[in-house]
């Protein structure tokens, strides 16, 4: 079987979503969120076409040296930071910023005294309670890198939000949000350095929370995490196009019950569609019978369970469509984000999840 699966990238939708960000927040220097990839669409093909962004964050190392080799000029944040004294002399000489948020990197950096000096954001942890350093010791920490000449003198400071995509129209009208603002706003008061707080959900809905860099990830491929918004409804374009190609067409009697364990039964006699695309592709294999694909320009649901390599498909709807045509498994007008509310997730891991016999054009 010749796969025909196929991711195919948008560039324009890139720089247009930098764009729709950029006029969101206009005071703010964007620095685009790559990690894992660059969502999943090709770090390199994503830097290359965000390169009018003003920095770029990413959660390892690698992906760092990656962006170097393409000869990518701009800033890198390691969101994470370093976690190996060996890190620290190689992400000088990438020109690397690192997050610091924990006592061990302090260490770290106290141990490589007498070296260039390493540009730091210091992470507070404001209440989500993954990383970054507690309230109460973000003064003595700000105050022992103020300290190091391994550290850069100027020290951003940086927080990331749990919910910010409630808004204050949501039931909980942002309580989370506007409490870890707040805790931020207070225990940073007075000291000197660039503030980053908001992620994508916060640069489309908190306005007050964009300080001098905004980091969005998402909202640059087009995707949202607002509950029953899309990109689209923010005026963002879907970056990834998944397509593949009708593999078989055929009637099926009624009561005949379609793929594994049987899930889906025809409730009369009727044609199906047989797509090359799975879990094997990236597909999430959560994906309940109903999720939209389009065929011939017509949306139709798929039926029955996403098996490793195929998926099945209603045609009922769409007596045209024949072997051989184009199946679109998202992309504009068919939201990833519908993708991933049908398989219990959010937009963003589908597109993560691409594997390697997907093929990936651009267009
Ligand atoms: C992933 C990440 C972001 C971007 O989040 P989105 O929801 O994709 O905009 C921003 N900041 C940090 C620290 C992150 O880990």
């Not at 620290?88 to 770290?108: D, F, G, K, T, Y």
């Not at 103020?146 to 309580?175: C, M, N, P, W």
């Not at 469509?321 to 998202?330: I, K, M, N, Q």
């Amino acid at each position: 079987m010749a796969r025909s699966t196929t991711a195919t990238i948008h560039p324009d939708a890139l720089r247009h979503n930098l764009g729709v960000i950029r006029k969101l927040a206009p005071a703010s220097k964007v620095m685009a969120i790559v990690k894992a990839d660059g969502y999943g669409h090709g770090l390199e093909r994503v830097a290359n076409a965000l390169a009018g962004a003003d920095a770029f964050g990413v959660a390892a190392l690698a992906d760092a040296e990656r962006l170097r080799a393409t000869g990518l000029s701009q800033p890198i944040l390691l969101l994470s930071g370093f976690d190996a004294p060996d890190d620290v002399p190689r992400m000088r000489a990438l020109n690397v910023w690192s997050v610091v948020h924990h006592a061990s990197q302090l260490e770290m950096l106290e141990q490589s005294e007498g070296t260039e000096p390493l540009r730091c954001w210091l992470k507070v942890d404001t209440g989500m309670h993954r990383l970054g350093f507690a309230p109460e010791e973000v003064r003595d920490v700000y105050a022992r890198l103020k300290a190091l000449t391994s550290v850069d003198d100027e020290i951003g400071l940086l927080q990331h939000f749990a919910s910010s995509d409630e808004y204050l129209d949501s039931a909980s009208r942002g309580a989370q949000t506007l409490s870890q603002l707040s805790v931020f706003d207070s225990v940073t008061q007075g000291l000197a350095g660039e503030r980053s707080m908001a992620n994508s959900a916060a640069v489309l809905g908190w306005p007050q929370s964009h300080g001098d860099w905004v980091r969005p990830g998402g909202a640059l491929y087009g995707i949202s995490v607002c509950e029953g918004k899309t990109g689209a409804d923010y005026g963002l374009r879907p970056a990834m196009t998944l397509t593949t190609r009708l593999i078989s067409v055929k009637s099926i009697p009624a009561g005949g019950r379609v793929g594994y364990a049987g899930t889906w039964t025809a409730p009369e006699d009727m044609r199906i569609g047989v797509a090359a695309v799975g879990y094997g592709d990236g597909y999430p294999r959560m994906a309940a019978s109903g999720t939209q694909v389009r065929v011939a320009g017509k949306v139709v649901p798929t039926v029955g369970r996403v098996s490793m390599d195929l998926m099945t498909i209603d045609l009922r709807t769409c007596p045209e469509a024949s072997t051989g045509d184009e199946v679109t498994l998202w992309g504009e007008g068919l939201p990833v984000e519908h993708v991933g509310e049908s398989a219990g997730t959010i937009g963003y891991e589908p597109v993560c999840s691409i594997t390697r016999r997907v093929r990936f054009v651009e267009d």
